[in-house]
Each structure stands twice: as C-alpha cells, then as structure tokens.
C-alpha cells in the first residue's frame, strides 16, 4: 500500500515538472520575442519581432467592422474598440470566398474580417513613408497575409500595411439599392485608408506620405481608388501593378445582368428584381460562395467594382474610369505602371480546354466589354482576333506562345497601355511605364516550348518576401534593384532620382514611350509591342462598352 502511494506521488510529482516546464517554455518563448506596445484610439496593440525578420509585425487589427446579416453586402461600420492590450498575432483571418478550404487550407474564413497588418522596422526614425498594399486575386479570392513585405520593411526606410476587404458578391454584388448599393468591398479599402491615415503616426509612419500599391485585382484597386472623391489626401503615390481600371475584369459593364447570371449558378428560380435581392440578402454564405467565377472566358470578372446609382449616399464610383479619366476630374498622382512580358502565363492551366473550345468557337473569348450590333458582326471580329494572333494555325501546342500573347494583351497589357495614353492626354506627367521579363534557371519553360517568360505578378513578388536559399544570385540581385526603384519611388516620386544607380528612367508620353525594361538588364526602350496594342486600340475604338449604373427591371 506504502509502495501504491509513493508510486502515485512520483507520477503527480513529475507529471507536475512537466506542466510547469511546459508552462516555464511558453513564457520563456514569449519572452524571447521582443515586443512593442501601441496606443490607438481605438485601444492598445502589441506586436512582435520574428525570428525571420528584424520587423516588429501586428497582425488581424480590426480597422472596420464588416455588417452581418441582410444588411452583408452594405458598406463597412466602424471598428471595435477594447481597453485591454490587443496581441496582434493572428495571421490567418480570411474573409469568406469560394473555395477557401483548397486555396487556404486549415484557416477558416470569418465574416469578422476586416483586419489591417502593420509592419514597422526596429529603429527610432519616425515619419516614415509608407506603404499600403492590396492584395489581388480577381476580387475573389485572398487575404493581406498573402504575400509579405517584412524583407522590405526591413531596411529602415518604410512602414507597411497589408489588409483585408470583402470578396465575390459579398463584396462586389451591386444592384444599387440601399441594401445592395455594391462596391462593398472597396470601400472597405477605402475605410482601410483612412484607418491608415488616423492611426499610422502612432506606427512611426507620415500619414501625408502613403503610396498604395497593388497587383492584378490590386492594380485595379489602385487605379480605382486614385479616381475617386473618397479617397481624397488618403495618399499621394500609385504602383500599379498587372491590372488597369478599364480593363475588362475591371468594372462591371452591366452589374444587374450579372447579377441575375450569377443567381442563376447558384439556384435562384425567381423572375423578377425584387425577388432577385431578397435571394441575395436571405441566403446563407456557403450557398452564397458556392460557384467559381475564376476563370471566365470572356475576361471579365461577373463581381467586381461597380458605377453606383444614386442613392443618397457616399458612391465610391460615379462614373466609368475612361469617362471620369477623359472628363479631368480625379487627381494626378505620380505613378509606376507595369506589366509582365507573359501575362497570360496565369491562364497556361486553362490551356489543354481552351485550345479546343477557342478551335470550335473563339466568339466566346471575345472580351466583355465590347458590343456589337449582331451576332454575325461579334463572329467578325472574333475570326479577326483569332487570325491576327494565329493565322491560319489551329490554337494547339504548336502556337502556345500566341495563346499566351493573346490572354496577355486583351486582359493586362492592351487596357494598361490605353490607360497610359488617356491619363498623359488628360495631364498626368508622371506617368512611369514598365515591362518586366526577367527569368533565370528558376523560370519555368512555356510547356511545349523551350521559352521563358516573366509570369502574371512577377515584378511584385520580386519585391516581397522570399527564402533566399532557393533564389539564383541573378534573382536576388534583380530583388535588390526593384526593392531601390520601390523606395526611392516611395520617398520622391521618381523611381530613379539623381543618386539611383539604376538607368534614368522618364516619364512616359501619350504614345507609351518610353517604357522600362526590367529583364537580365535594366534598359529604356521604346513603345512595347506597339502593333499588338494598336489591333486592339482600333476594336475598342468601334466597340467598346461604357459600363453603366445598377438599374432596376
């Protein structure tokens, strides 16, 4: 019996140990990361420094708060307040979208979404410039965690936000009522912004020095927002990368036919407007989330930013881009515009479908946003568009390059090339076109080919985060001369200022030139593929369909 009892205390005493030396290794951890407290007004925050990266980072701070409910799809509230220190470590709030088990495995999204991430470096400096980035993903899918800038942030010259705004038609549904007005999720940038422009002194950043920037659906956020009343002395700079406003995945042409498409994908069986909201603002997110719009062959994206409608409240789009752009009433804003030389790299996993069904019937990958007087005329132009790009070949394996040149040009580089043309005549001076198509041994060929290229996004990533133990020395020094363009650009206005190391690099004109190069070497040349773009300058001259306002039927 003696023996039971010492026995049982030897396993109560050493189960004990291993608590407390569990409990002793999560407070030495804890301790082991450097911390910093921050006083906002809407309470305090902590943040920590990483064993990665000499950057204290704050994660999931709420900077809005998203309505629930029928009321989902209305423009964000204010955020939360707290009295008690906020650890700013959760890194993985997500905001719902399709499919977000596959793409986001093990994080679960939250319609409590609506976070701002702050990096700081660890220096006394204060009012640094800063920087805001949006994260792309086709208005669909992502989340601020997506693509990190603490390498950036690192050098002592920055501060960094990243952040989430709503997605699909959760946020981009727009039948312009009061309970749908649309542009929900970009005016959640909007509110992101202002968040910015009130809190980040408290960070060490200027809140009168803030350049956003952007890829893909972020470069069509950044050139959205710099077109807007609301966004007036938010920021003072634009990078705007893979992605213009009047692209074709853009803004929607006609929101309400979209609308009506997309019910229809998700078992609506109503026949009238009224019906139509009450679907949407009734239905439960999984249903609501349950069809993808990734991949749509005629390029547009059937939920994204919108013209609003009228309806006594704060709009975030009044008008179309090349309207508002056209007609001079926006601000001018220094700018980095760029594009990949591959683009269309982005749609290669399409390829082995689309070779076929663009064989059988290429009407269907004619953009969007062009209009035609009748089907016969739309064949027309798709037969033009189709021989222009592959002659009298099949699309097949043979011509995988053209398919490439094809996607690029019609969704990135065409509408980006226009939107230069339109805001130089307008008076934008400071306009700073580029091309990237650096690769290296890392680059994957083009399949059936033995050509490289520079993917969708590319020239962003060179910037962001990185394990450098997988980069060439090609790469990394490429990294270092983007990252100088970046915060010279950040601090001037002018990516190559007198002390850059890197070629002058001048503003462009209308005609799109100059425009720099950034391959193996770094050079100015002139307008880049000047006849593809022109092919495409004469359809949409004819063409084009202006975007329009949410209308009831």
């Known amino acids: 019996m003696r023996k039971s009892k010492q026995s049982l205390l030897s396993f109560v005493t050493a189960a004990t140990m291993i608590v407390w030396a569990f409990i002793l290794a999560i407070f030495v951890s804890t301790q082991a990361q ?18 990665d990266a ?4 704050f994660y999931g701070i709420p900077y809005a708060t998203a309505p629930k409910g029928r009321e989902k799809f209305k423009g964000p509230l204010p955020g939360p307040v707290w009295t008690e220190p906020l650890e700013a470590v959760d890194e993985q709030i997500i905001c719902p979208q399709h499919a977000s088990e596959i793409y986001f495995p093990g994080i679960t999204a939250t319609e409590d979404c609506l976070v701002a991430n702050v990096f700081i470096p660890d220096t006394a400096e204060k009012n640094l410039p800063v920087l805001v980035h949006i994260h792309g993903g086709g208005f669909l899918i992502g989340f601020g965690n997506w693509e990190k800038p603490k390498q950036f942030v690192e050098s002592k010259k920055v501060v960094a936000v990243t952040f989430n705004y709503r997605l699909g038609p959760h946020g981009f549904l727009c039948m312009g009522t009061e309970d749908v007005p649309g542009n929900a999720g970009i005016k959640d940038q909007v509110a992101a912004l202002r968040w910015v422009k009130a809190n980040i002194a408290n960070f060490g950043g200027n809140p009168d020095d803030v350049t956003i920037a952007g890829c893909s659906a972020g470069g069509v956020s950044v050139d959205l927002l710099m077109l807007s009343n609301t966004t007036k002395g938010l920021f003072n700079k634009v990078i705007g990368q893979s992605g ?10 006609d929101p309400i036919e979209n609308a009506k498409f997309y019910a229809e994908k998700i078992n609506y069986q109503g026949d009238d407007f009224d019906s139509l909201e009450e679907f949407y603002k009734s239905i439960s997110f999984e249903q609501l989330l349950s069809y993808s719009l990734l991949a749509n062959r005629d390029h547009a994206v059937k939920v994204s930013p919108c013209v609003e409608r009228d309806l006594g409240i704060e709009r975030f789009l009044e008008d179309g881009p090349t309207n508002i752009i056209k007609s001079g009433n926006y601000v001018r ?3 980095i515009y760029g594009f990949t030389d591959m683009e269309g790299l982005f749609r290669i996993g399409e390829f082995e479908q689309w070779k076929n069904d663009m064989n059988e019937n290429f009407t269907q990958f004619v953009p969007a946003d062009l209009q035609f007087e ?11 568009i189709k021989q222009f790009y592959f002659g009298d070949k099949a699309v097949g394996d043979e011509t995988v390059l053209q398919y490439v040149d094809f996607l690029s040009d019609v969704i990135f580089i065409y509408p980006m090339q226009k939107a230069v043309t339109l805001q130089v005549e307008s008076g934008n001076n400071e306009i700073y076109l580029q091309v990237y198509n650096f690769t290296d041994e890392n680059t994957p060929y083009v399949p059936y080919t ?3 290229g520079a993917n969708h996004c590319d020239q962003l990533y060179a910037v962001f985060d990185h394990d450098y133990n997988t980069l060439t020395p090609e790469y ?3 990294k270092e001369k983007m990252r100088e363009i970046w915060f010279d650009f950040m601090k001037t206005g002018n990516p190559t200022p007198e002390w850059s190391s890197l070629p002058k690099w001048e503003p462009a004109r209308a005609d799109r030139a100059p425009c720099m190069n950034f391959g193996r070497t770094i050079q100015l040349s002139g307008t880049f593929i000047k006849e593809r773009t022109d092919f495409w300058e004469n359809i949409y001259n004819k ?9 009831r039927y």
């Open 476 to 478: 990394i020094e490429m």
């Open 543 to 551: 063409y084009h369909r202006q975007p329009v306002a949410p209308y």
């Open 34 to 51: 450097e911390s910093k407290l921050i006083n906002l007004a809407q309470g305090p925050v902590v943040g920590y420094k990483g064993d």
């Open 333 to 335: 804003y220094p700018m």
């Open 374 to 384: 009748s089907a016969e005329e739309k064949e027309k132009i798709a037969i033009q």
């Open 244 to 253: 213009a406003n009047i692209a074709s995945f853009g803004v929607q042409v």
């Open 450 to 452: 033995k050509e490289r």
């Open 54 to 57: 000499d950057v204290f980072s």
